[in-house]
């Protein structure tokens, strides 16, 4: 299970990450709202709250783009990840399979290539079964 939750860490996104993408999306905009709120004429006397109030603007922005990116981009791009993985693994074995069929219909292969080349493609299944397996054992885990 520790392995299942070390590789769930190298792959999925790190909070470090995060936090610089919240602090910069919430820095540029807070950055140009308190622009803005700067060049509004001087005898506003809505000026002085957005003034003070940029920080606070600042603060929601990257709070909003942590809640966003981690509920709608970090699940899109895990599911993306593990569709291009599956759509490989699944040619693969497709390939493998068909190899396997031709080996097995030549009459010039040995029973013993025959059964080699049975035993790759088990190997194969067996290890797209386990990516399986470690999915489902990083969804139980949550």
Not at 27 to 48: C, D, E, I, M, Y
Not at 53 to 58: E, H, Q, V
Request: charge should be positive; glycine fraction near 6%.
């Amino acid at each position: 299970m520790r392995l299942v939750m070390a590789r769930r860490k190298q792959n999925g996104p790190s909070k470090a990450n995060n936090v610089v993408g919240a602090g910069a999306a919430g820095g540029s905009l807070g950055t140009v709202f308190a622009a803005w709120a700067n060049s509004q004429p001087s005898t506003a006397s809505w000026k002085s709250l957005l003034v003070l109030g940029s920080p606070l603007f600042t603060l929601c922005i990257s709070g909003l783009w942590l809640f966003f990116k981690s509920v709608y981009v970090d699940p899109f791009a895990v599911a993306q990840r593990q569709k291009a993985a599956d759509s490989a693994m699944d040619k693969i074995l497709k390939d493998a399979r068909f190899n396997a069929d031709k080996v097995t219909r030549d009459p010039s292969s040995t029973d013993e290539h025959k059964q080699e080349v049975k035993k790759m493609v088990e190997d194969l299944e067996k290890l797209r079964m386990k990516k399986i397996v470690e999915r489902m054992e990083i969804i139980a885990a949550e």
